[in-house]
């Protein structure tokens, strides 16, 4: 660990910023792969001690964390049941059917149907687009925001860096909550802007992450090296900077996704989400809130369990990629 | 430990302004500036044009700044056209409510949530630890809503011990503190979920440091060693967390607060936001903004002075 080569970060880039030989110890006891503690033995150029690459343990140490695998397969049975599920399963999720409406489940509908008449199952699998497709996008814009946002100020440093940091700062003191709600009572919400707005709260912390990375790595000499060669401000910044800091954004970008699925909830159940017939998992359970006294199961608990079992597995695959990229942070 | 503390003191006085520009901001990204927002969409262009002269928005904007600070300062949040109550009386009303909810249940939630990590990290890996992580996941998962709707289904639908509604605001909060339990429970078990992770991985941290090898070969107890060395150790960052979760509790507040009417300033928001009660909105966001730095700043003077480190590099 005392050396550093080239274009490569040690742990002390804080990456996880966590317990990490807490994470070590675990780990020892599912994976053998894990040698305690020794430097990497640098003869030849070889920078590991064995012939594993970085890449292949990274992967075992995830698919040796049973809950990642679970979490894993939870993502891709919603992504199925959300995408394929609407070619076998039929339903009409346009037009409403007050005749049917607030039915149990029966053969015709088999999670019953909603106050207006829709198909519930239909509408979780439809739903279930929607909130996917808002958590991931908001995630990945919100992130990439808030890692060119973090790493500009980190590399330009000084009076620039103070200022961009001060505001993520005062944005950050006020509750995530007040701020989208706020900025939902604003704009009339649609599917787009819904993504925006989640991304203008989800970008804050990244680009906290990533500036305390960049002002370290700004530091080490191949980023002095690439300055010296006439490598322009944004070829180090974008080439040599923001690649370094991958494991940092994909483990917060995981966890992005499950608070913006999370947060499409509360602000559907606030009232101020995705007006109809577009709908999601939050504005799903929220309407079943209303007729938790009718005994009408079928409208709350599917939606709940939705929500929930994806939030977990988005976590739990967050915490496996966290301990997976310390590997990678320790071996190198 | 002087130089820390005005270092500090400077910080959040920076942080303070930014909330204000951000809070000065909002005002003007309303659609059609603010006196589109009070006057409503039919209002004529001479009523606007009026509205703005009375009020100076046709001033330039950092003189409209400082003019907006100086009625803060002054302790003028602005007037609710909604409610047709100033902003402050409204505060006034609320903020203890909701000062009471996030209080309680975070003191609750703290001496529940500690000696329940520490219990984690010492059965690490052991089924009761995995149980009650799985169960902290759940709960951190969950949507607030959610969390307390299954609690109004089993203490109040099931059991029938506690009301399902929160209090009123007619009536003074231990009057009706029967109304109060669901409220605090649903908040805090969401801390709880929270904070007994973070207290399980500090005290798993400090487990494994040098001194507790050099404490276990004195032939210090075990017990000693746990509750004396290890803990005062893994406290010491959980002072931190408890400042910088301010944001995320209320938060959850806001939701608890629409769940059961809790007559708090989340609930006033709440109502604010649905009814374009733009000076309602923007008043409580700038009192919670302003709440959140001074929690953060008095978590990191605590810290200071609980820790020598702090106050000596």
Known sequence: MRFSTPGCATHETGAGSGPWELAVIEQQAQSPLLPGGSPADFSGGEVFESGRSTWRSMVEVFTSNRLAVLGLGIIVFFILFCWVGPIFYHTNQVQTDLFSANQGPSLSHLLGTDNVGYDTLGRLMAGGQTSLIVGVAAALLGTTMGVVWGAIAGYLGGIADAVMMRLVDALLAIPALFLLLFLASVVTPSVPLMIFIIAFVAWLVPARLVRAETLTLREREYVQAVRMMGGTGVRTVLRHIIPNTVGTIVVNATFQVADAILILAYLSYLGLGVPPPASNWGEMLSGGVNYVFAGYWWLIWPAGFCIVASVVAFNFVGDALRDAFEVRLQRR | ?313
């Open chain 2, 1 to 313: 430990m002087t130089r820390y503390l005005i270092g500090r003191v400077l910080q959040a006085l920076v942080v303070l302004f930014g909330v204000s520009v951000v809070v000065f901001g909002m005002l003007h990204i309303l659609p059609g500036g603010p006196a589109r927002a009070v006057l409503g969409p039919k209002a004529t262009l001479v009523a606007i044009h009026t509205f703005e002269r009375e009020y100076g928005l046709l001033k330039p904007l950092p003189v409209q700044y400082f003019d907006w600070l100086g009625q803060v300062f002054r302790g003028n949040l602005g007037f609710s056209y909604k409610l047709n109550q100033s902003v402050d009386t409204l505060l006034a009303a609320n903020l203890p409510r909701t000062v009471a909810l996030v209080g309680t249940a975070a003191v609750l939630a703290i001496m529940i949530a500690l000696p329940l990590g520490v219990y984690q990290a010492v059965r690490r890996n052991k089924l009761d630890d995995y149980a009650l992580t799985g169960a902290s996941f759940l709960f951190y998962s969950m949507p607030t809503f959610l969390l307390g709707l299954i609690l109004i289904l089993l203490f109040t639908t099931v059991l029938g011990w506690f009301p399902a509604n929160g209090p009123t605001g007619e009536v003074p909060l231990w009057d009706q503190l029967a109304n109060m339990v669901l409220p605090i429970a649903t908040l805090c078990l969401v801390t709880i979920a929270l904070f007994s992770r973070y207290m399980r991985s500090a005290t798993l941290e400090n487990l494994v440091q040098d001194y507790v090898r050099t404490a276990q070969s004195k032939g210090v107890s075990p017990r000693r060693v746990l509750f004396v060395h290890v803990l005062r150790n893994a406290l010491l960052p959980i002072v931190t967390l408890i400042g910088l979760s301010l944001p995320g509790i209320l938060s959850g507040a806001l939701v608890t607060e629409s769940l059961f009417n809790y007559p708090g300033i989340g609930y006033l928001f709440w109502q604010a936001a649905q009814t374009d009660d733009f000076p309602v909105e923007i008043g409580v966001t700038l009192v919670v903004a302003v709440g959140v730095v001074l929690g953060s700043l008095l978590a990191d003077i605590l810290y200071a002075v609980l820790d020598p480190r702090v106050r000596y590099s």
